[in-house]
């Protein structure tokens, strides 16, 4: 399943410094897309998302974007702290694929003091 | 804060052994899932569940997987003989309705090693 392509494995950034993930998808259906946290032994933990119908959606330190035309949202973390220091995945879904989540292979974000 | 809950956290079996991986999802949900997440590779559906029925299942999901609400609170996924590319973090989650902007909340996950 390659939907959902997260292209970057890895970024490091400084503390106090913008963290930008980026997410690209291929299924013109996905019309719902949301950005998972996740420590090691832990789940996926929900963090942001976005409708298709929407360009914009901020929460907090949180904010993310999404251009239906390129197929590709990203997700901007400013200003990034030590605990934002986890792996963040991308997940798409629609109605006509039953609301089950296409995930990226996701990306991991390590926050330096 | 309600949270989905999965037993055992790790699991290491025999090939050809049967597992069952637990979860108790939050108390109000109606529509259960289960992911899985072989190590370095990406977080994948296996199958979804509602009214005690499966809604939608991946490729992954064959004859060797099934799964279960035994009662009002258990979601089980049960493999009846493992292979050694079964091994993989498994993930429950759930959600209160089914539409497009409900959130999933997932477990903290299975790890399964079949030896």
């Known amino acids: 399943d390659q939907q959902v392509k997260q292209n970057s494995p890895s970024l490091s950034v400084q503390e106090g410094r913008i963290s930008i993930l980026n997410c690209d998808y291929t299924n013109s259906m996905f019309d719902y897309f949301l950005w998972y946290k996740k420590y090691p032994a832990e789940g996926p933990t929900f963090l942001i998302s976005i409708s298709s119908i929407k360009d914009k959606n901020e929460d907090g330190r949180f904010t993310v974007f999404l251009n239906k035309s390129a197929k590709h949202l990203s997700l901007h973390i400013v200003p990034s702290q030590p605990g934002d220091s986890a792996v963040y995945f991308c997940a798409a879904r629609g109605r006509s694929n039953d609301y089950k989540l296409s995930f990226g292979a996701g990306t991991t974000v390590t926050v330096r003091a | 804060e309600p949270e989905v809950t999965q037993t055992p956290s790790h699991q290491v079996t025999q090939m050809g052994q049967e597992v069952i991986l637990r979860c108790v999802p939050i108390?109000?949900?109606?529509?259960f899932y289960w992911y899985r997440q072989i190590l370095g590779q990406k977080v994948e559906f296996l199958v979804s569940?509602?009214?005690?029925?499966?809604?939608?299942k991946s490729e992954i999901f064959d004859d060797q997987f099934s799964v279960e609400r035994p009662d009002g609170s258990n979601f089980t996924l049960k493999i009846r003989s493992t292979k050694l590319e079964d091994s993989a973090m498994y993930f429950c989650?759930?959600?209160?309705?089914?539409?497009?902007?409900?959130?999933?909340?997932f477990g903290p996950g299975t790890r399964l090693l079949v030896l």
């Open positions: 108390s109000n949900h109606l529509y």
């Open positions: 989650a759930s959600t209160l309705r089914r539409t497009v902007q409900e959130t999933q909340y």
């Open positions: 569940f509602y009214n005690n029925e499966i809604s939608e």
